[in-house]
């Protein structure tokens, strides 16, 4: 099958730049996350969408950062002034459900700011 | 609040020796540990998950324990080759809202 593809691969911006990317995943799954994983850390998840609807944003920070799904497959996830802390890889993973299915990642995007 | 502690951060064993990673999650409700795997540049995958009605789960050289009563679950690499060298990263799926948290990763290395 398919797996979660993400665009674009890298991005370089300067701070207070917006960016935006794009995360289409596997077909028929539900459930799509956003992660951010700083170098060196763990994934943080940012966002969750079951279908269309957000599950939990606790993690977001709401003054620069939004995500929507519309139509309940493909999302974005926007910067909006970007900092110098964003810089970070930005994942996307997809699963079937919210339950104990495995969650697939995408190849991520490597955010630069400069 | 939602929490998943994962030591040691760094791993170096000889190679063909065992390596043991453990988390420990804070949520008693959770039902869903799965393990990453992540090499340099790459995503992470899954290598091998366990689900709460299940004590222990082994998949050839790799094995995952969970002792829901402590909140523990551990990883274990038996025989351990070069290309297990990565970063290796624990999760808990977590009840409320069934979100996925990781720990901070531990990174093995294999010694020749």
């Known amino acids: 099958e398919a797996g979660v593809a993400q665009s674009p691969r890298y991005k370089i911006i300067e701070k207070r730049q917006s960016v935006a990317f794009w995360c289409n995943p596997i077909?028929?799954?539900?459930?799509l996350y956003w992660y951010q994983q700083i170098l060196g850390q763990g994934p943080k998840l940012l966002i969750q969408?079951?279908?269309?609807?957000?599950?939990?944003d606790s993690q977001l920070p709401k003054d620069r950062f939004s995500a929507e799904r519309l139509k309940g497959v493909d999302s974005t996830l926007k910067i909006q002034p970007a900092k110098l802390e964003d810089s970070a890889v930005y994942l996307c993973?997809?699963?079937?459900?919210?339950?104990?299915?495995?969650?697939?990642f995408g190849q991520g995007t490597r955010l630069t700011v400069v | 609040g939602e929490n998943v502690e994962q030591h040691p951060s760094t791993l170096s064993v000889q190679e063909g020796d065992s390596a043991v990673i453990k988390c420990t999650y804070s949520?008693?409700?959770?039902?869903?540990f799965p393990w990453y795997k992540q090499e340099l540049g790459k995503r992470p995958q899954l290598i091998i998950d366990i689900r709460s009605n299940v004590g222990e789960k082994k998949d050839q050289r790799i094995a995952v324990t969970l002792n829901k009563t402590a909140k523990h679950f551990s990883l274990h690499i038996t025989e351990t080759q070069p290309e297990d060298s990565a970063v290796y990263f624990c999760a808990a799926r977590y009840s409320s809202a069934s979100k996925i948290i990781f720990g901070s990763g531990t990174r093995l290395s294999i010694r020749p």
């Open positions: 077909s028929g799954h539900a459930t």
């Open positions: 969408f079951q279908n269309n609807g957000v599950v939990d």
């Open positions: 993973a997809s699963s079937l459900t919210g339950h104990t299915t495995e969650a697939f």
């Open positions: 949520d008693s409700a959770s039902n869903y």
